[in-house]
């Protein structure tokens, strides 16, 4: 996992390979974290994600909603299709933010 500040108060966390139940709990925590001390525009960019498990999609629902709550704006990025597929069968592509490319989600978080 790393973090990067894109500027105008926007933090990327950028996801390893797996985002699984070993992985899931240090992200969501390092997102909770980012939350506590004041973001509120954050992008989650899985371009490197080849997995995720049923405690990632919690962990990052919990962190949207914690965004939400606080007037926070939470996007996605640069899913495969399978992760993709995970998402529209758990239902999160309703009611979550995804775009195709890091740059995308900066200028939809930019632009709020």
Request: proline share 1%; charged share 20%; glycine share 6%.
């Amino acid at each position: 996992m790393e973090i990067t500040d894109n500027g105008n108060g926007i933090q990327t966390v950028y996801v390893d390979s797996k985002f699984d139940t070993v992985t899931a709990p240090a992200v969501e925590k390092a997102m909770l974290a980012l939350v506590n001390d004041g973001v509120r525009k954050m992008i989650c960019n899985l371009e490197h994600c080849e997995y995720i498990s049923s405690m990632a999609l919690r962990a990052v629902l919990n962190v949207a909603k914690l965004l939400q709550k606080n007037g926070g704006q939470f996007v996605l990025c640069n899913l495969s299709a399978y992760i993709l597929e995970i998402f529209e069968l758990a239902g999160f592509t309703r009611i979550l933010t995804i775009v195709d490319k890091q740059q995308t989600a900066v200028e939809k978080l930019n632009a709020c």
